[in-house]
């Protein structure tokens, strides 16, 4: 049984930006980035609903690391760059897998109703976010997996006890089909 008096309200959790116990959100982004400094955090899969149903289970932490910067044109951005180790299910013999991932983005930030950038056509400049004066890293963090996941991972030849015959290798579609890729480097032979 656990009593709660009025002493117990003078604790709380300190707002540390790393740890389980982070408060995952960057007050004003904007400045944020124009100060070019970096903040680490660490969320785990369970705490990431949105991620639940690509998973095998729930297990799994990442850790992110994000950076404030400005572009050559001197527009504010966030680099993003999310590690960990998620379990996924293979797309063989549905057993478990430890999937590596480990990710890296920018995302320009625009004031809400800003202009979107002129380039965002370009594949290779950054994505864009409109924010507001709190971002949400939580969010931010659980989307960018979310794009990042390759929708078909596999064990390598050998840790696989299922057969290559199901003929799903919709990895490559993604592109990240080269991380799934890692995990399978024998699986050019297999059928
Ligand atoms: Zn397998």
Same mark, same amino acid.
């Given at each position: 049984m656990i009593i709660f008096d009025?002493?117990?309200?003078?604790?709380y959790h300190a707002p540390?930006?790393?740890?389980?116990?982070?408060?995952h959100r960057l007050e004003d982004p904007f400045a944020f980035a124009r100060s070019g400094n970096s903040l680490k955090g660490r969320l785990a899969?369970?705490?990431?609903?949105?991620?639940w149903d690509r998973? $095998? &289970?729930?297990?799994g932490t990442v850790e992110y690391e994000i950076r404030g910067r400005v572009d050559p044109r001197q527009r504010p951005l966030l680099e993003l760059e999310i590690a960990g180790a998620v379990r996924m299910r293979c797309d063989r013999c549905l057993d478990q897998l430890e999937f590596p991932l480990k990710l890296a983005s920018r995302v320009l930030l625009l004031q809400p109703?800003?202009?979107?950038?002129?380039? $965002? &056509?370009?594949?290779a400049s950054p994505e864009w976010l409109e924010v507001g004066r709190v971002l949400d890293l939580q969010e931010l963090v659980e989307d960018e997996i979310l794009l990042g996941l390759p929708y078909s991972v596999r064990h390598s030849g050998d840790e696989c006890?299922?057969?290559?015959?199901?003929?799903?290798?919709?990895?490559?579609?993604?592109?990240?089909s080269a991380l799934a890729s890692l995990m399978e480097p024998k699986q050019a032979n297999k059928n």
């Amino acid at each position: 049984m656990i009593i709660f008096d009025s002493d117990s309200r003078k604790y709380y959790h300190a707002p540390l930006m790393s740890g389980p116990d982070a408060v995952h959100r960057l007050e004003d982004p904007f400045a944020f980035a124009r100060s070019g400094n970096s903040l680490k955090g660490r969320l785990a899969i369970a705490d990431m609903p949105r991620l639940w149903d690509r998973m $095998a &289970d729930t297990s799994g932490t990442v850790e992110y690391e994000i950076r404030g910067r400005v572009d050559p044109r001197q527009r504010p951005l966030l680099e993003l760059e999310i590690a960990g180790a998620v379990r996924m299910r293979c797309d063989r013999c549905l057993d478990q897998l430890e999937f590596p991932l480990k990710l890296a983005s920018r995302v320009l930030l625009l004031q809400p109703g800003a202009a979107h950038p002129d380039d $965002a &056509d370009d594949p290779a400049s950054p994505e864009w976010l409109e924010v507001g004066r709190v971002l949400d890293l939580q969010e931010l963090v659980e989307d960018e997996i979310l794009l990042g996941l390759p929708y078909s991972v596999r064990h390598s030849g050998d840790e696989c006890s299922g057969r290559a015959d199901n003929g799903r290798i919709g990895a490559k579609a993604s592109p990240f089909s080269a991380l799934a890729s890692l995990m399978e480097p024998k699986q050019a032979n297999k059928n």
